[in-house]
C-alpha cells in the first residue's frame, strides 16, 4: 500500500520517536518534533506510539493515493481536503485509490502528522528513520533528504476500524498557558532584572525558526557567564548568546552548545511551541523538576 507525492516542499518530513543513545558520537535525536500530535496519530491506527509518520510543516503537500487504507491525522489544521472535502486533524479516516490528499497553508499551528497502518516504512539508521537534514541521515532514503514529488510512501499494516479523538485530548493549539521552564545550571549566573524579565515578560517567536530551534525576541538577558567551556545540551534548552535573545533548541539541535542556559522547556512545553508561528506572543513560567516529572508521567499515562 502507498502514497505518492505530486507536490511537495522542503518541509514535509519523515519522523518517527527519534534517535537515541548515540549523542556521544555527536548524532542528534531528530524525531517529531510535536511528539504529543504524532503520538496520537499513530494511536488512532493502533500503531506503536513512535511508528514513523510525514510531518507536514505548513501545508504544500499533495499525495495520490495508489491503494485503498485508511490514515489518521494529527496535529496542526493545514487546510486538509480529501478530493476537495475537508479532513479535520484528530481523526482516522478512509482513503480510496486515485483519492488525492491535499494540505495547503496553515489555519491554526504549524505541524501535521500523517500516520498509515503500522507506520510508513523507511531504512532504520542507528535504531531510527527520523530525518536530519543537517546531518544527512535518515528519512526515506536514508540520506536525510525531506520528501520530494514522486517520492513513494509504503506501509504494511492492516488498515483498523476509523477511530475519532476527544478534542480535550490533543494538544490544544490555542492554549496561552505559559510554557514551563526547568531552571538550568547556570540560573544563577543571570542578573535579577533578566530573571524577572525572563518570567515576566511576553516573548515573541522569531522569524528564524526551524527544527534545530526557536530564537525569541523579548527583553535582552545579561548574564556574568558569556561564554562556557561546551557541555551536551537537552531538548528544549534555552541558551542565551551573547545577544541576550534566547534560542530554544529543538529536536535538530546541535548535541553540545558553550552559552549559558536559562533552563529547559519541559517536553509537553516543547511540543507546543513547536507549533506556534512566527510572531506569536509567549510566556514563559518557572516549574521544578518534580512537578514536570510528574506532569510528564499524567501525560504519557493516556496512552496506557
Known amino acids: 500500500m502507498s502514497l505518492l507525492i505530486e507536490r511537495s516542499g522542503a518541509l514535509a518530513s519523515l519522523q518517527d520517536g527519534g534517535r537515541f543513545g548515540v549523542r556521544h558520537l555527536g ?6 518534533a510535536d511528539w504529543v500530535s504524532q503520538a496520537w496519530a499513530n494511536w488512532l491506527l493502533g500503531n506503536p506510539l513512535q511508528a514513523a509518520t510525514v ?3 505548513l501545508g504544500n503537500l499533495v499525495l495520490l ?18 478530493d476537495g472535502q475537508p479532513v479535520a ?9 486515485g483519492q488525492r490528499l491535499d494540505f495547503a497553508q ?4 504549524v505541524r501535521a502528522y500523517l500516520a498509515a497502518p503500522g507506520g510508513f516504512t523507511a531504512p532504520q539508521l542507528l535504531g531510527s528513520c527520523a530525518t536530519v537534514r543537517r546531518e544527512a541521515l535518515g528519512g526515506l532514503h536514508g540520506d536525510g533528504r525531506p520528501l520530494a514529488p514522486d517520492d513513494r510512501l509504503s506501509w504494511n499494516g492492516t488498515a483498523p476500524q476509523p477511530r475519532t479523538l476527544d478534542p480535550t485530548q490533543t494538544l490544544s493549539l490555542a492554549n496561552r498557558d505559559a510554557l514551563a521552564v526547568v531552571l538550568g545550571a547556570q540560573i544563577s549566573d543571570f542578573s535579577g532584572q533578566s530573571l524577572f524579565d ?12 526551524d527544527r534545530m530551534g526557536v530564537r525569541l525576541l523579548g527583553p535582552t538577558l545579561r548574564s556574568a557567564r558569556q561564554s562556557m567551556i561546551s557541555e551536551g545540551v537537552p531538548l528544549g534548552a534555552i541558551q542565551v548568546p551573547p545577544d541576550g535573545q534566547p534560542i530554544v533548541l529543538l529536536n535538530d539541535r546541535q548535541t553540545i552548545g558553550g552559552y549559558p542556559r536559562l533552563g529547559a522547556l519541559t517536553p509537553l512545553a516543547v511540543a ?6 512566527p510572531g506569536t506572543r509567549i510566556h514563559l513560567k518557572p516549574i521544578a523538576l518534580a512537578a514536570a516529572q510528574r506532569e510528564q508521567r499524567q501525560l504519557l499515562a493516556r496512552w496506557r
Not at 486533524?89 to 485509490?97: A, N, T, V
Open 27 to 32: 548524532v542528534t535525536q531528530g524525531g517529531a
Open 55 to 57: 510531518e507536514i510543516t
Open 65 to 82: 493515493a495508489e491503494s485503498d487504507s485508511c490514515l489518521a491525522l494529527c496535529g496542526a489544521d493545514l487546510g486538509a481536503t480529501l
Open 89 to 97: 486533524p484528530g481523526r482516522s479516516f478512509h482513503i480510496r485509490r
Open 106 to 109: 496553515p489555519r491554526q499551528g
Open 198 to 209: 525572563a518570567f515576566n515578560k511576553p516573548w515573541t517567536v522569531d522569524q528564524r525558526a
Open 272 to 277: 507546543r511551541l513547536a507549533q506556534c508561528m
